[in-house]
């Protein structure tokens, strides 16, 4: 079979959840028993969203290759249990660095370079990359941005061209807004007949409307739009807002959106496979059925829902597993301190000490540990969390009162947490970060042995400091157990101490690889423990 390609962008306003549908769309094909992959095309200059601040575009979804990459990555992993790959996610940043890079060593013999057909073959090759292997039966690829942007031109000519070359292998699914005019008591489709206009006169007729809207449409108009828009009746759907992400691919399949991909593409489901979404439904009917609540505090330093993104899903996909509605309070660390901690922290039944870079608000996130730990709270520490866990124990248990990560305090007399000499030498190259999947190896008896129910694993990291090895006796004689650790490196992985009730700090970043369908233990087991 030819690989297919399915084209996903959006127009009108943004922010209307491309990388849901998207990830819906995936988990649908899916279900018809095809094999998928996500991909997204994001027409800003950064090379990846790995320098960008969290307040500008959310939490960096790192990929088990070791990409940064924009936060939809985890929605597409989420909803799908696919791994993706640097593969999975270019920017114009990086089609530009490509396509100078060429010039430089002379690929195009002299040729002067033009956006067209320089940067046009540039993202066609990237947009096909993921079809070399043979590994997958479609491939999804979301563009970012709304038409119209300046930005996004490029992008849409390559997909204009694309279109072409792969003749009846290709959709392009066009997802809009449909507001309610309150004064006037109606619903508008003005904005998507002009927003399909746009992509019509950049010579894209999309195949399927998919149109976001607060208040339920009728089929009068589902009609017109078709009617106006030269799709057919069948090919515009609707995406009303709901409860919940996960119950959109629910509603995508009640409005036969699958069917109509498969059909557009003169395809059925795979032979000898009948669909099936009842993992998923039952998902949803025990997210619906949810009653007892725990409440856990996020002690980090980005109010903001995107800034944790993963951690919250993971929090509450592991609160519908096991029966428990997760209340997510956001605790600022950098207005923590010694008088405040109590009223902050007290009536939680758990607390997540949140990753993040710098400074800022670290203080906090000790007084936080500090008070967590006297008081038996169950605490799960990641990445800096991990860190901040380990300088906490250091002041506070082993009396080394100016403990510290170099990061923040070059000159402390206890770095307890440590840049490796070979990252030392990496920085000076410009590269540091320990980036992506490595494998861990967990303690006989210890805590995390048992949760995982293995003695080896393989998570996520992106940092560039260490657990400091020169300390491990002290730490561990005083109660603090190194209780994972990398094979190769003899890097700490996971800090533990068994004589609380849940204390667990992991180096690495265990919700990039929670996922719907397959919780992730360490989430699942702190939840069940509140
Ligand atoms: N800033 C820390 C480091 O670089 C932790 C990073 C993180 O939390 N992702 O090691």
């Not at 060593?105 to 067209?116: A, E, F, M, P, S």
């Not at 096909?128 to 490029?154: L, Q, R, V």
């Not at 944790?308 to 301190?337: P, Q």
């Not at 305090?409 to 990252?423: A, F, K, R, Y």
Request: with cysteine; hydrophobic share 35%; glycine share 10%.
């Amino acid at each position: 079979m030819k690989t297919k390609y399915i084209f996903v962008t959006g127009g009108v306003v943004s922010s209307l959840g491309k990388g849901i549908i998207s990830s819906s769309i995936g988990r649908l094909l899916q279900t018809c028993g095809y094999r998928v992959t996500i991909q997204k095309f994001d027409p800003y200059i950064n090379i990846d969203p790995g320098t960008l601040n969290p307040y500008e575009h959310g939490e960096c979804y790192v990929t088990d290759d070791g990409m940064e990459t924009d936060l939809d990555l985890g929605h597409y992993e989420r909803f799908t249990g696919i791994h993706t790959t640097r593969n999975n996610s270019v920017t114009t940043g990086k089609i530009y660095q490509a396509v100078i890079e060429k010039e430089r060593r002379g690929d195009y013999l002299g040729k002067t370079i033009q956006v067209v057909p320089h940067i046009t073959n540039e993202i066609k090759e990237r947009i096909k990359a993921n079809a070399a292997g043979g590994e997958f039966d479609f491939i999804i690829t979301e563009i970012g941005g709304t038409i119209g942007d300046i930005e996004s031109a490029p992008f849409l000519e390559a997909i204009r061209q694309l279109r072409w070359e792969l003749g009846g292998n290709s959709l392009c699914i066009h997802l809009t807004y449909v507001p309610y005019l309150k004064a006037a008591g109606e619903l508008k489709t003005k904005p998507t007949q002009h927003s399909v206009k746009e992509l019509q006169s950049l010579g894209i007729q999309p195949d399927i409307l998919i149109l976001r809207t607060e208040k339920h449409l009728n089929r009068e108009i589902l009609q017109k739009v078709a009617a106006f828009c030269n799709v057919s009746g069948d090919a515009v759907i609707q995406s009303e807002d709901l409860p919940s992400i996960y119950e959109v691919p629910l509603n995508m399949h009640r409005q036969r959106l699958d069917k109509t991909i498969l059909a557009k593409l003169g395809m059925d489901h795979m032979e000898g496979h009948e669909q099936s979404l009842s993992h998923w439904e039952e998902f949803v009917r025990k997210e619906k059925d949810l009653r007892t609540g725990v409440k856990v505090g996020l002690v980090g330093k980005y109010d903001l829902q995107d800034a944790y993104k993963s951690i919250r899903e993971s929090l509450h996909i592991a609160g519908i597993h096991t029966g428990k509605k997760v209340e997510i309070k956001f605790v600022n660390s950098e207005n923590l301190d010694a008088s405040n901690v109590e009223e902050a922290l007290s009536g939680l039944d758990g607390v997540v000490i949140c990753p993040g870079f710098g400074s800022r608000g670290i203080e906090g996130k000790i007084e936080a540990v500090t008070y967590t730990r006297t008081h038996n709270i169950p605490t799960f520490g990641i990445c800096l969390g991990m860190q901040m866990m380990v300088i906490e124990f250091a002041r506070n248990v082993l009396g080394l009162k100016d403990a510290h990560s170099s990061e923040m305090n070059p000159e402390t007399p206890h770095n307890v947490i440590d840049m490796m000499e070979d990252q030392k030498q990496l920085s000076q190259l410009g590269g540091t970060m320990r980036l992506g999947g490595y494998t861990c190896e967990l303690a006989d008896g210890s805590r995390v042995r048992d949760i995982y129910g293995k003695d080896r694993i393989r998570e996520r990291h992106r940092h560039r400091y260490e657990f400091n090895n020169n300390y491990k006796d002290r730490f561990q004689q005083a109660g603090m157990r190194c209780s994972g650790r990398n094979p190769e490196s003899d890097l700490v992985e996971i800090v533990e101490i068994p004589s609380l009730k849940w204390f667990i700090g992991t180096q690495f970043h265990p919700e990039y690889s929670s996922t719907v369908l397959t919780p992730h233990p360490l989430f699942v087991n702190f939840i069940k423990s509140l």
